[in-house]
């Protein structure tokens, strides 16, 4: 008896694209490949019953998909998640000995740093060349569901003990992870499934670390000049020294000092250091007899009016007699709350 074959098809709607019968089964990454027109950005992900899924998805039922490109924020934020996998990658590769520390955001680029060594121009330029290479070569980046266990044992093969402590206190049975060309990596979000959808990124000498640079979303094809941020920069790297004075480098460290019961010594020397900080900038304000106005800005709860109520009890130290205004008590009525490019309430207006 003969099948319809259209029987064992599923029906996928493309926004703005088509429609499509398809084989269930077949990963979004395939789909894009060998069914869809060519678009002008590369696709990164794709939005289904309003979920956001990455291209190792299999599609196994009818359904509608949005095509996520590097136009939006989520599609950004996959691809440089992915040139951060190679960079570490290529790390691993030319100088195995060494640890690359991923540390945050700084201007308009990534800032990273090795544990215990600053490399070179010479260095960095090797690394941006074998990352290309991996580039050329198009290598698959697998998605792998393993259990919490066997991932750690992984990390433990490969020298990641942070990584082996990390997973200690996760509270889930199987981790996802990821593997590119026999290394394997832990990462908290979506990675592209294919390292040749990577076209565009810069690496920058940027002692005593290493700048990463990607495109931004308003432009995905093309990569800015970097723009420097020296102050931020400096309260990063002080950051940095405190978080080492309180044996603090990285999460696992902060789960050992909960578990051996020793989190009041950390939030005490914690407070102090934001004290004596406090204090100093007090006195700054204090050495010239010209500041009648200190402005403190910052986004929703981060900490202004707390910071503000303690900058005013150092003044006051210094005999000074501050008087504190706080814009919390100035409101407008909803009607006249302005609005952002989406309509909704722009309260940080």
């Known amino acids: 008896m003969a099948i319809d074959s259209q029987l064992l098809e599923v029906t996928v709607n493309v926004k703005g694209i088509g429609t499509y019968q398809v084989k269930p089964g077949i990963t979004a990454a395939e789909f894009i490949k060998n069914i869809l027109p060519s678009t002008e950005y590369p696709v990164m992900a794709g939005i289904m019953d309003n979920t956001l899924y990455d291209l190792h998805q299999p599609i196994e039922d009818s359904c509608e998909i949005e095509l996520v490109y590097p136009k939006s924020e989520a599609g950004m934020r996959i691809y440089r998640r992915t040139v951060t996998f190679l960079l570490i990658k290529a790390c691993r590769d030319l100088y195995p000995e060494k640890t690359l520390i991923i540390k945050h955001s700084l201007s308009n680029g990534l800032y990273c740093e090795f544990l215990n060594w600053q490399p070179s121009i010479e260095d960095i330029e090797k ?163 010209r500041i009648r106005l200190v402005l403190i800005s910052g986004p929703s709860s981060s900490g202004k009016t707390t910071f503000a109520q303690r900058l005013l009890i150092q003044l006051r130290v210094n005999g000074r007699r501050p008087v504190m205004i706080s814009l919390d008590d100035y409101f407008v009525n909803r009607d006249l709350t302005p609005r952002d490019e989406n309509g909704e309430f722009d309260f940080e207006a």
């Open 127 to 289: 690394l941006q060349k074998q990352m290309q290479e991996m580039i050329a070569r198009n290598l698959p980046i697998n998605k792998m569901t393993v259990p919490k266990e066997e991932a750690r044992s992984i990390f433990a093969r490969q020298g990641q003990m942070d990584k082996v402590k990390l997973l200690e206190f996760r509270d889930k049975h199987h981790v996802h992870i990821y593997e590119l060309d026999g290394f394997y990596e832990y990462f908290y979000g979506y990675m592209l499934p294919f390292t040749g959808l990577i076209d565009c990124f810069r690496l920058l000498n940027y002692p005593p670390g290493i700048i990463l640079q990607t495109p931004e979303k308003d432009n995905p094809g093309h990569i800015e000049e970097y723009l420097e941020q020296p102050k931020l920069a400096q309260i990063y790297q002080e950051a940095k020294q405190w978080a080492e004075m309180l044996d603090t480098p990285h999460v696992a460290a902060l789960n050992d000092i909960i578990t051996y019961g020793s989190a009041g010594d950390l939030v005490r020397v914690n407070e102090a250091l934001h004290e004596k900080k406090i204090a100093y900038i007090a006195d700054r304000i204090c050495s010239d007899p």
